[in-house]
């Protein structure tokens, strides 16, 4: 399996919540380790089996990302953070097109 691009990341993610007709209030992307970026996108209806979904959809591409739900006290075992806030976002570890 190869990481995928930030790109593939937030098109895989953009076309799912079109396809399902759910909104996002917003992206980011921030450095990680290693050389990875972790792309957010805020979803307040973000469920762990909507990141399955979404993680399954780019392993059909023979892509990963990690994909992940944090918020509403998900924890993020990749950070090591809890998150107990208002939101619930997708994140996924990526790499960066340069």
């Not at 919540?17 to 050389?35: D, E, F, I, Q, V």
């Not at 792309?39 to 993680?55: C, D, L, N, R, W």
């Not at 990749?78 to 960066?96: D, K, N």
Request: glycine share 12%; aromatic share 10%.
């Amino acid at each position: 399996m190869q990481v995928a691009t930030t790109i593939q990341f937030r098109n895989t993610v953009r076309k799912y919540m079109a396809k399902k007709g759910l909104r996002c209030w917003g992206s980011y992307t921030n450095p990680s380790t290693k050389g990875h970026r972790t792309v957010g996108f805020m979803i307040t209806s973000a469920t762990p089996e909507m990141a399955a979904k979404i993680e399954k959809k780019l392993n059909k591409k023979g892509l990963t990302a990690q994909t992940r739900c944090t918020g509403e006290g998900y924890s993020d075992s990749l950070s090591g953070c809890f998150y107990g806030g208002a939101h619930t976002y997708i994140r996924g570890t990526c790499v960066f097109v340069k």
